[in-house]
């Protein structure tokens, strides 16, 4: 089975990238980063991870991170159903694996979840959906709120 830190792996999830997305995207030290679309202070990350592959959104902007906090307490949403919402519309049909909200050593806040899978056309379905699903939180949206 290959790794998912091989390199024609990541290269094939890079290929299999939406335009929109692989125009925002590099692979740098084994993983692919993602700048958030609508010129956000945010990026995606891919990486091997234990058990397949490792997504993130990652930010250094505290505002950012709490915007994202306050929509979910608000609505009392929680992320793996909106996660979920999302995969259903991509067609996938399979488990939905936890989120994790933390602030890491970098001092970066990080949103992420460990993908059950290393298949390449996997990960980029559940890419696509957690890009779906954070553009709808917060001001990741990249829109000035004027009232």
């Not at 994202?68 to 929680?78: A, Y």
Request: charged letters at 35%.
């Amino acid at each position: 089975m290959r790794r998912l830190k091989d390199e024609p792996t990541m290269n094939e999830i890079y290929d299999q990238l939406p335009e929109p997305l692989k125009s925002l995207a590099e692979i740098t030290n084994g993983a692919i980063k993602v700048k958030a679309p609508h010129d956000v202070d945010a990026w995606y990350e891919l990486s091997a991870g234990e058990t397949g592959c490792l997504l993130a959104l990652m930010t250094k902007d505290r505002w950012l991170s709490e915007s994202i906090e306050g929509d979910l307490e608000h609505t009392g949403d929680e992320l793996e159903e909106l996660f979920e919402e999302e995969l259903v519309e991509l067609d996938w049909d399979g488990e939905v694996p936890a989120f994790r909200h933390f602030r890491n050593d970098l001092r970066e806040y990080v949103f992420s979840c460990e993908w059950p899978s290393s298949s390449p056309s996997e990960i980029t379905v559940a890419l696509q959906a957690m890009v779906a699903m954070f553009t709808e939180l917060g001001d990741m949206g990249g829109e000035d709120e004027e009232d």
